[in-house]
């Protein structure tokens, strides 16, 4: 037995999105429109509430925190190798 769908009104995207908002895919673009004038997208971020911390402390936070977009690696940012000199490994006796 499959686990019960969200209803759209429950989900957090449900905040930019209407049940009755088209959406345009073009896949020879590899493009994903949202068919919504900039005034309407103003209006409901001007109406839009923050959503509510989930976690204080521990995995949910970090993650929530520090997590990387999918176009990044979804990695935490804290593990980026980019910045600084590098470090020799450490000797172990």
């Known amino acids: 037995m499959s686990p019960p769908r969200k209803k759209p009104d429950t989900l957090r995207s449900a905040r ?28 409901r971020r001007v109406q839009r509430k923050p ?11 970090m993650f929530s925190q520090h997590v990387r977009q ?13 910045f600084g000199s590098p470090v020799d490994e450490p000797s172990i006796n």
Do not use: K, M
């Open 16 to 43: 930019w999105f209407a049940a009755d908002d088209l959406i345009s895919v073009d896949i020879d673009q590899r493009s994903i429109h949202l068919e919504v004038s900039d005034e309407e997208l103003a209006r």
């Open 51 to 61: 959503p509510t911390t989930r976690y204080g402390r521990g995995y949910g936070w």
């Open 70 to 82: 999918a176009n990044e690696g979804c990695d935490f940012d804290y593990l980026e190798t980019d």
